[in-house]
């Protein structure tokens, strides 16, 4: 008769490597079926089984001290044996999906992993000596608990109810024995190192765990990111959701929260839609990259985190994503369908807003000014009646976000199809809603566009991918009013409004991925969020100052041949992202004449060219080219809220102050130990 395990130490946990020696087992397990509910590893009892008739003439059970032949299994691999004819296979499997890092937090990590599970099995199959059962000591639980119980407590899990030290185990005076004895030589023997407390060194706050957090569970993993790399980290909120939830922001740099000079600013922003999780899951995994990755030492990270600076914004709609996760979700929606039908739960704010509908119409005002002779398609002011609209505070702070800091490139993510999209999102005739709509700088769009598609491992097929035709795709990257047109959207916002060229990242057709896919969907992606960040590097960089040195703020960037120019910041530094080419580039001011250069990007450069002017003051009563192009003032530009209309629509205090009833969250191991039909595992869990 073959015995096998279901249930020990952390759900089928437990191997022995003690080779084809003897145990003996002092007290039979349940059974169910023919095989044993615990015990250690693959069983076969060398006497039979020993029955005897009780005075009701009824067969009993003896419970004798049998010897058993314990098979070899190796103390460092994740197996779990498996006997045909039993339901226990599948579970044997579940952990081939499981990423190494959170085994090893179930597994209790490094040297404490061999003691507790050999510990589980001398509880379950305990030494014989001469018929009689000897059992583990004491003393010897207590010590391992006293060295090992933090590995538990580290992933929210109670201490093993089957190693509890004063029900299993006995006092030296009572006769017991080590379990552990010579584990230590054997497993030094047979090579076994400490790699695993290597590995695990590092707070599991900080390791990634491929599962959906909640709101509160994304706090803390970004603040214990920015603890363990307080040096390049920190956190920030830009503002709160409408139920008062802080919109955080993790930035890295070697000098984060300070602007610095010629360094760019980019940002990353996801689930601006509530129900979609895939890029709000994919930047809380980026930080935590971040983060791991400098302090290894790996260069081109450090090369990125000392040149750049890195802001990511996991979650711009926390309110939506809580009651995405409550709710039904359709879980293949397209951006073209109806968004107020039902099964897009949590896809709006708690106003019931589409942030992504919500920004101020820029795009309509750039297509009239295209009447204008000297047209430019830049620093559009906002128009004052959007103001006594509905403004969604989420939408406030990231207007007031990107007009504070001098961002470069910014990428905001979504779900509904594997593809890149870049502006404008409005189609330029109100009439055709597929039209292609190109914007002055459409060359560097699909440039940069395809940087991220074409690092991506799939995104760059031509094959649809979520039952749309996506015509117009080229190598992962499409037109956004090509492909769906509509106004108040960020990506077009940015580009009109500020010096940020944004992009719309689609990240696949599922809003909610299962968490098995989590896994995948990470490393298909890695790779084009990094080579992303990169190019926040390409184009041009320089200084404007006048002939003094003094640094000119608001200074502009222009490019023959492209009506839209930049500007510089509060030290005059600016970043124009351009193709590779050659490029007439000029600089000028109010008050200044213009400064015009001739700029040649070869096609391998892959940091920025550096490009500075300095510009004379004008001669009295000349004309600048401010005055000469007939459009709104930096002035106007600088009117923001002007009747302070928002605080119509901001949050109240005592609304904020009202607690919250956060979903219940069970830690991310908890499914691995559900069984079907029967009670939920809550033994397990750490009483707080």
């Not at 039979?48 to 001290?65: D, E, I």
């Not at 023959?560 to 510089?568: E, F, V």
């Not at 080419?581 to 250069?597: E, L, N, T, Y």
Request: hydrophobic share 30%; glycine share 6%.
């Amino acid at each position: 008769m073959h015995v096998i395990i279901t249930q020990l130490s952390l759900k089928s946990r437990l191997r022995e490597d003690a080779g084809d020696t003897h145990m003996l087992l002092g007290e039979e397990a349940p059974h169910r079926n023919g095989t044993f509910k615990k015990s250690c590893a693959t069983l076969r009892p060398t006497s039979p089984r020993a029955l005897q008739a009780n005075k009701s003439g009824r067969k009993t059970q003896m419970h004798r001290c049998v010897a058993v032949l314990l098979r070899r299994y190796v103390l460092h691999q994740n197996h779990v044996p498996e006997s045909s004819g039993t339901q226990n296979s599948s579970r044997s499997r579940v952990w081939s999906g499981v990423p190494a890092h959170e085994r090893g937090g179930l597994s209790a990590r490094g040297e404490c992993n061999p003691d507790i599970r050999m510990l589980g099995c001398s509880v379950v199959a305990p030494r014989c000596d001469d018929g009689r059962v000897l059992k583990p000591c004491r003393s010897t639980c207590e010590d391992v608990r006293r060295r090992c119980a933090h590995a538990f407590d580290e992933i929210s899990m109670a201490w093993p109810y089957f190693l509890d030290c004063d029900r299993f185990f006995v006092s030296d005076e009572e006769g017991c024995y080590n379990p552990l004895e010579g584990l230590r030589g054997q497993l030094h023997a047979e090579g076994h190192n400490n790699s695993m407390d290597l590995v695990l060194s590092e707070d599991p706050s900080t390791r990634m765990q491929f599962s959906y957090q909640s709101y509160t569970q994304m706090t803390k993993i970004l603040k214990r990111t920015e603890e363990r790399c307080a040096h390049i980290a920190q956190t920030y909120s830009i503002g709160q959701s409408s139920d008062g939830r802080d919109l955080l922001v993790i930035e890295f740099s070697n000098n984060p929260g300070q602007h610095e000079l010629l360094e760019p600013e980019m940002k990353y922003v996801a689930n601006m839609h509530g129900d979609e999780a895939t890029g709000r899951q994919l930047l809380i995994y980026l930080a935590q990259y971040l983060c791991s990755e400098y302090l290894m030492g790996n260069e081109r990270i450090q090369a990125l985190i000392n040149s750049t600076h890195i802001h990511i914004l996991p979650s711009l709609n926390p309110d939506g994503y809580e009651a995405a996760v409550a709710g039904q979700q359709d879980s293949r929606y397209s951006d073209d369908q109806d968004h107020s039908a039902a099964g897009n739960t949590g896809r709006n704010n708690a106003q019931n807003i589409d942030l992504n509908r919500n920004f101020p119409d820029l795009t309509s005002i750039a297509y009239r000014r295209r009447r204008n002779k000297r047209y430019r398609t830049d620093h559009i002011p906002i128009p004052d009646f959007y103001w006594f609209g509905k403004v969604a505070p989420e939408t406030y702070a990231v207007m007031k976000w990107i007009r504070s800091i001098p961002f470069v490139l910014s990428a905001n993510f979504h779900s509904g199809d594997l593809v890149v999209s870049y502006p404008y999102d409005l189609s330029r005739h109100p009439l055709e809603h597929n039209l292609f709509s190109p914007t002055p700088d459409d060359k560097v769009f699909k440039f940069i566009s395809k940087i991220y598609s074409m690092s991506h491992e799939r995104m760059s097929n031509e094959n649809a991918e979520c039952g749309s035709s996506r015509t117009g795709s080229k190598e992962g990257t499409i037109n956004g009013a090509q492909w769906s047109s509509f106004s108040g959207g960020m990506q077009d916002f940015n580009y009109l409004h500020t010096n940020c060229f944004e992009v719309t990242v689609s990240l696949g057709c599922d809003k909610f991925p299962s968490k098995e896919d989590l896994f995948d969907i990470w490393h298909e992606n890695a790779e084009a969020l990094l080579a992303f960040i990169e190019a926040a590097h390409r184009g041009i960089k320089g200084l404007v100052t006048d002939e003094e040195g003094n640094a000119i703020k608001g200074a502009r960037i222009s490019v023959k041949g492209i009506r839209h120019d930049i500007t510089t910041a509060e030290n005059g530094d600016y970043w124009r992202l351009l193709t590779p080419g050659i490029h007439i580039v000029s600089a000028f001011a109010p008050g200044f004449s213009r400064a015009v250069k001739k700029v040649h990007l070869p096609p391998n450069m892959h940091t920025a060219g550096r490009v500075d002017f300095t510009l004379q003051r004008a001669s009295a009563g000349s004309q600048t080219p401010e005055e000469d192009d007939s459009l709104p003032s930096m002035g106007t530009y600088e009117r923001f809220d002007p009747y302070n209309q928002y605080q119509r629509y901001s949050p109240r205090e005592t609304d904020l102050t009202q607690s919250r009833e956060e979903r219940v969250e069970m830690p991310w191991w908890w499914g691995y130990f559900m069984m079907p039909g029967g009670p939920p595992p809550t033994w397990l869990l750490k009483q707080q």
